[in-house]
């Protein structure tokens, strides 16, 4: 299916297309886990603002630098054109898809008619890209996007996911937007001596999540881009070893402060503190304790910054005003930006960097596909200030110390 070679431009110049799915990632800072189907005018509501265009242009400027060996090949308005504008390129052909205008369009045509954009966008963006011959797929979304991608792309054209999303289990996206830029460049200069492997798409059920129940299915598989150290490999599953957790758990729970508030982010590992206090946690949501007592469960971002607001007004000094308590992804090994950007920037940086506990067993630590832990809070100066080695509890006063990356 893919485009015949007269297709692409003379000269050893590469085709690069760039679908961007403009809701994707919107749920997470206000505690949707997601923005699939309906739920996205309730994260509007809640004042969830488009993430996934933002870090297109984050990849793209990387890739910019090489504008003169590659073309660019994206959709109208939100759904790429105007990443690929804010990151400094010009010249780059526009596919249509839908039959109206997209709002927001910059180029006044060929878009998804009333603003909003669907699977069915992406795919036909997709199809179009594969007729013209595309050397190189980016996308920018979540694992829903990828779903949609694997429909049409399947193995036959390299791709390669900007993460975006709220849930990112496949293993077919880079470990940050500017990864992401880095592998197309080296692409674009290599081309069909670019690694590639058989990477897996896998999606959770939303709705499940917002009960508290994880349920993850396979989807299919892409060609991904490969290079050591800038792309992520699939989130991997299981409580692992109970007692481990539990020791783990006890170790934090034992030294919380009184008037401190505590910020507990998801996971088996980060429940299981809350469960040491005999409080019930939210499994795949962000809590917050005080004096062992939940003062708020299930937050979005902006709940937690007024949370941060009240223990601003206690004004304690003998102890900190509030902590982080965060688990990292098993197989990834990300500590913020994937399923906790409730977490985000302004938490991060009210809380302090330098009051976050992570807590992890040594089997998870030892099982991690690139032996760090990982940040990408979307913002890269926080995540370059969040790097270094860092103390992980592992059990009753057992702590290592884990390299933290971006």
Do not use: W
């Not at 930006?337 to 998870?364: F, L």
Request: aromatic share 4%; glycine share 14%; proline share 5%.
């Amino acid at each position: 299916m893919a485009g015949s070679p007269e297709e692409k431009k003379p000269g050893g110049v590469r085709k690069v297309g760039l679908i961007v799915n403009p809701i994707a990632g919107m749920g997470g800072r206000v505690g949707l886990k997601g923005t699939d189907g309906a739920i996205l005018s309730t994260a509007r509501a809640l004042g969830a603002v488009p993430q996934a265009g933002v870090k297109a242009a984050r990849a793209l400027r990387r890739l910019a630098l090489s504008a003169d060996e590659f073309e660019l090949l994206t959709c109208p308005g939100e759904m790429g054109a105007v990443a690929a504008q804010s990151a400094g390129l010009s010249g780059f052909d526009v596919v249509e898809v839908g039959d109206g205008p997209l709002e927001g369009d910059p180029l006044g045509d060929g878009a998804p008619e009333d603003g909003p954009t669907g699977p069915g966008h992406t795919k036909e963006a997709a199809c179009e890209m594969m007729r013209r011959g595309v050397d190189l797929l980016l996308f920018a979304g979540g694992d829903g996007t990828a779903r949609d991608i694997a429909d049409v792309v399947g193995v036959e054209v390299p791709t390669l996911g900007i993460p975006a999303g709220v849930k990112i289990y496949s293993g077919v996206f880079a470990t940050t937007p500017e990864n992401a830029g880095n592998l197309a460049v080296l692409f674009v200069a290599a081309g069909t001596s670019t690694t590639l492997r058989e990477a897996e798409v896998v999606d959770v059920d939303e709705e499940a999540m917002r009960q508290g129940r994880l349920s993850a299915s396979l989807y299919g598989s892409m060609n991904v881009l490969v290079a050591p150290q800038m792309v992520a490999g699939p989130k991997s599953g299981g409580a692992g070893d109970v007692d481990a957790v539990a020791s783990a758990a006890r170790d934090v729970a034992r030294a919380m402060e009184p008037g401190c508030l505590y910020i507990v982010g998801p996971g088996t590992t980060t429940r299981a503190v809350t469960r040491h206090l005999n409080l019930d946690g939210t499994l795949l949501g962000v809590d917050a304790i005080l004096d062992g007592q939940f003062v708020g469960t299930d937050l979005s971002e902006q709940q937690i910054l007024e949370l941060l607001d009240e223990a601003d007004s206690r004004g304690s000094v003998e102890f900190a005003r509030a902590r982080i308590v965060v688990g990292v992804i098993g197989g990834q090994g990300y500590i913020f930006g994937r399923g906790n950007q409730q977490i985000g920037p302004e938490v991060i940086r009210r809380v302090g960097t330098d009051h976050i506990a992570v807590v992890a067993t040594a089997a998870k630590l030892l099982s991690l596909t690139r032996g760090v832990l990982l940040v990408d809070t979307g913002d890269p100066e926080l995540d370059r200030d969040l790097e270094g080695f860092r103390r992980v509890v592992v059990g009753v006063d057992q702590e290592t110390l884990f390299r933290v990356e971006s």
